[in-house]
């Protein structure tokens, strides 16, 4: 077929449609608005600014990176191990190019990056690639767990680090830390895992229309 034919590229996912792409960036800046007046999150400043006296703007401390996706197979034009393979995955054929509804689930933010977690389907995991958790050094977690949208990054981070501060917050909770309990959100409820690591587990998840298809660059 004429994926075959084409050079690889950097990498596939799910695109959410333009319209809910503002939908999803308003409601993280809001989040965002609402984390900066919080005396919780003032108490831990220091963990973004590295000085306790210091204010942030969040919404300015983090910038947007490119259309909102969540990626599946980053294959970095072939060079990647295992991108020739999974573009030869039979879910991968069939599907490229249909609609997808992706439930997010939580909004996770660190001195690093601001993202979102999407919850997989079954039928979505069958576009997920064999290994990306354990490539990570994350070998314990449910497949499907590093899925997320990098809604924003800090200076001089790559959105490659949403994914691996995702499944740190993971892995502190399948270790048992139950982290902090700050309080109720009107969007859900927030915890806090220290090192500057927030977690809003949303009370309705976010579901978003989002095409299958690859994205060149
Ligand atoms: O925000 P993301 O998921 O993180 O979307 C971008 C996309 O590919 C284009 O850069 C992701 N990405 C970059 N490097 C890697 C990597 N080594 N493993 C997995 N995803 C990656 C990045």
Redesign the pocket.
């Known amino acids: 077929g004429p994926l075959e034919e084409m050079s690889l590229p950097?990498?596939f996912?799910w695109f959410l449609l333009s319209s809910v792409q503002d939908k999803v960036r308003c409601t993280s800046m809001d989040f965002l608005k609402t984390l900066d007046t919080l005396e919780a999150f003032k108490k831990h400043l220091s963990d973004f600014t590295g000085k306790a006296e210091k204010e942030v703007d969040l919404e300015q401390y983090f910038q947007a990176?490119?259309t909102l996706?969540?990626?599946t197979?980053?294959c970095?034009y072939g060079k990647?191990p295992g991108a020739k393979q999974y573009t030869q995955n039979t879910a991968v054929k069939e599907l490229y190019g249909s609609a997808f509804e992706l439930s997010l689930s939580a909004l996770f933010v660190t001195p690093r990056t601001v993202?979102a977690r999407v919850s997989l389907t079954e039928e979505q995991l069958l576009l997920w690639p064999a290994d990306?958790e354990e490539?990570?050094g994350s070998t314990s977690l449910p497949r499907g767990s590093?899925a997320?949208?990098?809604l924003g990054?800090a200076e001089h981070v790559?959105?490659?680090?949403?994914?691996l501060d995702l499944l740190e917050i993971l892995t502190l909770q399948q270790e048992g830390q139950q982290g902090e309990p700050i309080e109720e959100m009107e969007l859900g409820s927030l915890t806090y895992y220290g090192e500057g690591r927030w977690l809003l587990t949303l009370r309705e998840p976010i579901c978003t229309p989002a095409c299958f298809s690859s994205?060149y660059?």
């Open positions: 950097l990498f996912g990176k490119g996706h969540c990626t197979k980053f970095d990647a993202g990306p490539e990570a590093r997320h949208i990098t990054c790559e959105p490659v680090q949403t994914g994205f660059g």
